[in-house]
């Protein structure tokens, strides 16, 4: 016998009290301009990041039973691994600043929407095409210079308006300002369920958020209010309505 809505309703709860994070809600995103634009490395997996410091000897006559250690220079490294996703423009930034042997600018961002940036060499890109698996890609990063602390949003990620409108007639493109500029888009979803494609559906950058006109938001959208799901962190959501027009 299938339960009840009341009875579902009142299953008991377990309180959670645990402070640990979702490991697949840290996102990696590569800079695409000096703004920065920040574009979502598809398909991720893991992400490790590692932060060391060279080991100097210190051990003189008189250091007794035990050996001396002192740290050096500190460095990091980020080994990346994820599926390969064909035609993704964050890829692109990988191979090109590789063959042109530039250094990239990277964000790791966590759950909350903090986040920490630095700049990395990208030292090797390995893609793994197997018979029997699906094609993945490893990425090493090693960096140049510091990684920054921990950021926090400065605010908590609002709206600057919470609707607008799209004409059937006269198209054009729809924009949306997010506060505060520093927080990141991790998806942009119709009410159909379609998830839009970051520079050839919409772009962002630093609060700006751009639903083009010539991309697939015209073909999802109902005459009268349409509502639009932007994800900024794990947690936060913000519904933008869109109302479509003859």
Known sequence: ???????????????????????????????????????????????????????????????????????????????????????????????????????????QEYPDGSYRTGWASVTALDEDHSYSGVSTLKVTFEGKGAISDIQKLSAKPTLGTASGTFSKAAPADVAVTITPPEANIRTVVMADGTKLAQEVDYTYSQGALKLLKGGAVKDHLNMGDNVITITITADIKLTFKLKLTA
Do not use: C, H
Request: aromatic share 8%.
């Open 1 to 107: 016998m299938a339960l009840t809505e009341d009875k579902i309703k009142n299953l008991p709860v377990m309180d959670e009290n645990t402070t640990a994070v979702a490991g697949k809600d840290t996102l990696i995103y590569i800079a695409l301009d000096k703004a920065p634009t920040w574009l979502l490395l598809g398909g991720q997996r893991n992400n490790p990041l590692s932060r060391k410091a060279e080991s100097i000897d210190a051990t003189s006559k008189d250091s007794g039973s035990y050996g001396d250690k002192l740290p050096g220079m500190l460095n990091w490294t980020m080994s990346y691994e994820g599926l390969y996703v064909m035609n993704d423009e964050a890829v692109d930034v990988l191979e090109n600043r590789f063959n042109e042997r530039k250094p990239v600018f990277i964000r």
